[in-house]
Nanobody, 126 residues
Framework: QVQLVESGGGLVQAGGSLRLSCAAS????????MGWFHQAPGKAREFVAS????????AYADSAKGRFTISRDNVWDTVFLQMNSLKPEDTAAYYC???????????????????WGQGTQVTVSS
C-alpha cells in the first residue's frame, strides 16, 4: 500500500500563497489518482482538487477554481497544491488522498479514496 505525507502548511496572511506537497512511499504514484481535501474545525471534510493518474485531467471545488492548482510529479512520486490569493475561509487541515485506478479520471468523493495522509494545517489570517 502507499503511504502519504503532507507538508507545506503554515500561517499566512490573506492574499498570500502556500504550496502544499504530498510525498508518497511504498508504491509508485502512477497507480493512483490523487486528491486534496480540507477540513475546518467542526465541519465535514470537503473536496478541494483532484488530478488523474497520468495528470491529464484535473477538477476543482468551486471555492478553489482560479486560485488553486493541483499538479503531480510521477518521477518523484509527489503531488502539489499551489494555493494563491488565500482567504481566511481557506483555514483548515489539508489532506492528500490516493485512489488506485487504471483510468485517467479524477475522483471527487471522499469515499473514492483508499489512502490518506495525516494532514497539514493551513491558517490564513485576515
Amino acid at each position: 500500500q502507499v503511504q502519504l505525507v503532507e507538508s507545506g502548511g503554515g500561517l499566512v496572511q490573506a492574499g498570500g500563497s502556500l504550496r502544499l506537497s504530498c510525498a508518497a512511499s511504498g508504491r509508485t504514484l502512477t497507480r493512483y489518482a490523487m486528491g486534496w481535501f480540507h477540513q475546518a474545525p467542526g465541519k465535514a471534510r470537503e473536496f478541494v482538487a483532484s488530478i488523474s493518474r497520468i495528470g491529464g485531467n484535473t477538477a476543482y471545488a468551486d471555492s478553489a477554481k482560479g486560485r488553486f492548482t493541483i499538479s503531480r510529479d510521477n518521477v518523484w512520486d509527489t503531488v502539489f497544491l499551489q494555493m494563491n490569493s488565500l482567504k481566511p475561509e481557506d483555514t483548515a487541515a489539508y489532506y492528500c488522498a490516493a485512489h488506485q485506478t487504471n483510468t485517467d479520471f479524477y475522483f471527487l468523493r471522499e469515499n473514492d479514496y483508499e489512502y490518506w495522509g495525516q494532514g497539514t494545517q493551513v491558517t490564513v489570517s485576515s
